[in-house]
């Protein structure tokens, strides 16, 4: 017996036939309606829901009777195909759902303080019932806590990931590689407990008369170590995109291994790099725990992120989410979306820079 | 996932050793077999590297920097223990048993394990709901779509994935407690003789809006990192199971899915460190209580990350070294879960070279 015989029995072969039968898209469209139809008539007859309930009891029963009604057209194999295919689909629209609500939310909430007070003040003297107050502090803080951060965290990130790609070799190296991809794991509050113990607690008394002291400069160190793991791997990686001829061009020429490096191997690599330094900047910016931890927040503005309690973008938003008062939220909404602005500008910019890049795999 | 350096660079790169170890660089060609032997070539003539030159500092420098990784691992180590030891002497209670958080109080008492237990539940919340929609997005990406969708797309998934916690945290107090809430009054009406969803309320601030947002917040993550893997299925497995007749579906289940295993376990394992390790989103969206329940709709809920963001700005002393110790313990587990996802990815990438 045939495996088509055992499949269909009792089909003679036919031209018209040995070709596979295909569910007629009316067919579908009538499973579809009759599951939708049957769903409301349960769930409004019945009283235990609202249209909410009809359109995921519809969809399920539309999946069922799709999969049962496939079975007898098509054969079990294809009904299955059939099905799964719903179900991927099914699961991308359920997903769009509520990321699209958070793009709305904050497009549309996000434009209720996007004014010249919002960017040009502080919250200094900003009362529960003032309207008025911005995030001009904050965006200060953010950008010096940031800039200091990658100030700190690209020499090192590079220069690691040049030991690992040009000097490292051994255990030592493979044990360095392990850790930096744990690393890039290490929760943000994590990181700030660590700075907060380390220099809040034990170096800044000795710079402050035996107190510790809060600072943005001790945020910037949190969002160094935040920063560096994910520098050195994004680094190492264009390192080794840079072809070996390359290389062995310059060390036939007589140049020194340290001036190949500097001059041919990190030249060939810098978009790359530079694509992956924007990554890490966008990521450490939105970070908000280290910056309560380690900067403290503060209402006014201070431009010196060495001394004394500094405001964040995120932590603005975090506070102001915290805030009682009835102009919070919408304070709270409009730095959420500067702040999404700014990491999605470098993110956008850092991917198409990435588009550019020579070197691919 | 990229991790994997070409032949050539492989081969060549910082291995020719011309400088540093100059003599036998030029007999490097005549003597494969044995480096211990004396080169064949001319090597020995040439100028011998100076003991102390730019290239001695470089390879230092550089060897210091990644080094570096290393020093501030054993450091966040040793100063998390060193400023937990003080308050977890002053703890009145257990600290693995205590059902309590007062570490303020003039007799501090204080425990993890209602902490750690709604990090954990928290965090597996948000994966039951995240990995199977992100594999069936990972899945249309790198199967089903036409190409034209899926590159705008993935493209959109990248950019999600870079978005704040901050802000999906502000999105869940926000827009999603409502439907959340009312969800909830509905499990709690016809399915509240299962005790994860009984309960006389309040509802909304509860455990489930919380693994909800973090599913939301992992979901980008873990479907970049999984397309990229079922992206890199060897097109020859995918039409020789595509030639034996089988269905689309099929051919993902016996040619994508089983080569993408250990990448996709990867995946998860680092949406499951991202989840665990997740503060500001969480302390926005539950309503602190410190008590082991598996009751997913009632307010309440709590975190290890969001307990140290919402009780940080009136600890006293013990009381913050109370939260680095608890702090600690988060510490050790993501160490746990990163370093079993890293160990994964690394038997793979050695089963893959061999292949190749």
């Known amino acids: 017996m045939s495996l088509i015989e055992r499949e269909i029995p009792g089909v003679v072969m036919t031209p018209d036939n040995i070709r596979s039968k295909k569910l007629p898209v009316v067919t579908n469209v009538l499973v579809a309606v009759a599951a939708f139809v049957v769903a409301a008539a349960v769930v409004l007859g019945l009283g235990i ?28 194999r294809a009904a299955r195909n059939r099905t799964m295919k719903s179900l991927i689909y099914a699961a991308c629209l359920l997903a769009i759902l509520p990321l699209a609500s958070v793009v709305w939310t904050l497009i549309s909430k996000g434009a209720a303080r996007l004014d010249g007070d919002f960017f040009g003040t502080s919250m200094n003297n900003i009362g529960a019932r003032d309207a008025n107050g911005g995030a001009y502090h904050a965006i200060v803080g953010t950008l010096e806590q940031v800039g200091l951060a990658t100030l700190m965290a690209v020499p090192l990130g590079v220069l690691g990931a040049i030991y690992l790609v040009e000097y490292g070799r051994g255990k ?89 490096i500097l001059r041919v191997v990190l030249p060939t690599a810098l978009p790359g790099i530079v694509t992956g330094v924007m990554l890490s900047i966008a990521r450490a910016a939105g970070e908000t725990a280290p910056v309560l931890l380690v900067a403290g927040g503060a209402a006014a503005i201070n431009m010196d992120p060495f001394a004394g309690n500094q405001q964040s973008l995120s932590l603005f938003v975090y506070q102001q989410a915290g805030d009682g008062s009835k102009f919070a939220p919408d304070r709270a909404w409009t730095a959420a979306l500067t702040l999404v602005a700014l990491v999605l500008v470098l993110t956008v910019s850092a991917k198409l820079l990435a588009r550019r890049n020579k070197l691919s795999r | 996932m990229g991790d994997n350096p070409s032949r050539s660079a492989n081969a060549t790169a910082g291995d020719l ?37 730019i290239e001695t500092g ?53 425990g993890i394990a209602a902490l750690a237990f709604g990090t954990v539940l928290s965090s597996i919340i948000a994966l039951i709901v995240a990995v199977p929609i992100a594999m069936a997005i990972a899945l249309f990406l790198s ?73 939301i917040m992992v979901l980008p993550i873990v479907t970049s990192l999984s397309r990229e893997v079922f992206q890199q299925t060897p097109g020859m497995n995918e039409e020789a199971a595509l030639a034996l007749g089988a269905t689309r579906w099929e051919m993902i289940r016996t040619a994508v899915l089983p080569y993408g295993k250990p990448g996709v376990i990867a995946a998860v394992m680092l949406g499951l460190g991202r989840a665990l390790g997740e503060t500001i989103a969480l302390a926005l969206t539950l309503s602190v209580a410190f008590d082991i329940s598996f009751n997913l709709i009632e307010n309440g809920g709590n975190s290890i990350a969001a307990n140290i963001a919402n009780s940080f700005g009136e600890a006293t002393d013990t009381g913050r070294g109370a939260l680095i110790a608890s702090g600690l313990v988060l510490f050790t587990i993501t160490l746990v879960v990163n370093m079993t996802a890293r160990a994964i990815i690394y038997r793979r990438r050695e089963f893959r070279d061999n292949a190749a």
């Open chain 2, 17 to 53: 050793g011309m400088t540093p170890r100059h003599a036998r660089g030029a007999g490097y060609g005549s003597s494969p077999s044995n480096f211990n032997e004396p080169p064949l070539g001319g090597g020995g003539v040439l100028a011998k590297k100076s003991r102390f030159s």
């Open chain 1, 49 to 76: 829901g609202n249209w909410v309930l009809v359109v995921v009891l519809g969809a399920a029963l539309y999946l069922v009777g799709l999969s049962v009604v496939a079975g007898r057209i098509e054969g079990r």
């Open chain 2, 58 to 110: 470089f390879r230092g420098l550089s060897t210091a920097s990644g080094a570096m990784v290393l020093v501030i691992i054993v450091a966040i180590a040793v100063f998390l223990i060193s400023k937990a030891i003080p308050a977890l002497q002053a703890n009145n209670g257990d600290f693995l048993t205590q059902f309590e958080w007062a570490p303020n109080d003039a007799r501090p008492t204080f």
């Open chain 1, 172 to 260: 030592f190296a493979a044990t360095v590689r392990f850790f930096v991809d744990v690393m890039t794991g290490i929760p943000s509050i994590v990181a700030g407990l660590f700075i907060l113990s380390f220099w809040v607690l034990i170096v800044s008394p000795w710079f402050n008369d035996g107190q510790p002291r809060f600072s943005g400069f001790a945020a910037s160190l949190a969002l160094a170590v935040l920063m560096l793991p994910t520098i050195v791997r994004s680094t190492e990686e264009m390192l080794r995109l840079v072809p070996g001829p390359l290389r062995e061009g310059s060390y036939a020429l007589g140049v020194p291994q340290w001036k190949t």
């Open chain 2, 143 to 215: 199967h089903y779509a036409p190409k034209r969708l899926a590159t705008p797309l993935g493209f959109v998934i990248d950019l999600l994935a870079a978005v704040p916690s901050v802000v999906f945290g502000l999105w869940g107090r926000d827009v999603l407690q409502v439907p959340v809430r009312d969800f909830s009054l509905w499990l709690n009406e016809y399915f509240g003789w299962i005790p994860l969803f009984g309960g006389d309320g309040p509802f909304g601030q509860s455990v489930m809006l919380g693994g909800l947002v973090l599913a």
